[in-house]
């Protein structure tokens, strides 16, 4: 228990810049008292002891904000960061690694007991702030869950859900992504930095737009510098032959 419990306070210091010391960890931060205290009563509710694992349980929820089932599986090095409003289910499994932001829920959609209703997630998993990941099926190694996304099928390993209902996107379409420009980053709170589909394509239009209106000033020109081949005499018409299409302002309307 003692090793699980220096495996928490190290991943809180490795992956927190705010955590200054072990102390500051121990006495200061609400993730690492909830997985504490579920240190002790999944054990105790394993052995059948449900009454008092449950007790113990609703006494971290009272003094962190955090809900820990003691029935749940937690793994080494996992960091429930702030943690308020987090919500994990009797059946839930969380893997080695894995980082947990405040408001997430890993829920179950079945009322069957004894059935596997809530999610495994697998080693090295992000969830978002407020996502909610509701049902017996695994997330993959890697996988992230972007803020507020609600995602109730499986997650492949390194893919990344976002919006709701979620969208799954494979590391491989992600990358050809990132080579198109779309860039499909996540931030510590794996937040994609473009995971409105609405934003997206509207970027897309503007982004069209732009190159279209380039093209044609290539165009006009070129056009020009013809005519002006041909006639010493010509003189250039009022048509526009400069970009005036500001991409960059509307893509920031947008959110990009």
Known sequence: MLQRIRSYTQAILERDPAARSVWDVVFSYPGFHALVLHRIAHPLWERGWHWLARWISHWGRFLTGIE?????????RVFIDHGMGVVIGETAEIGDDCTIYQGVTLGGTSLGKGTKRHPTLGKGVVVGASSQVLGGFTVGD?????????????????????????RI???????KREEAAAKLGFSAYGVTQNDDPVSQALRGLIDGTASQEHQIMLLWQAIEKLSCQIDPNCVPDD?????????DKLNELVGK
């Not at 820990?68 to 080494?76: D, N, Q, V, Y």
């Not at 048509?239 to 991409?247: S, V």
Request: hydrophobic residues 45%; aromatic residues 2%; proline residues 4%.
């Open 68 to 76: 820990i089932h003691p029935g749940a599986k937690i793994g080494e």
């Open 239 to 247: 048509a526009t032959r400069e970009e005036t299409f500001e991409a």
């Open 169 to 175: 996107i494979v590391a491989e379409d992600a990358a």
């Open 142 to 166: 890697g996988a992230k869950i972007g803020s507020s996304a609600v995602v109730t099928k499986p997650v492949h390993t390194g893919a990344a859900a976002v919006g709701n209902q979620a």
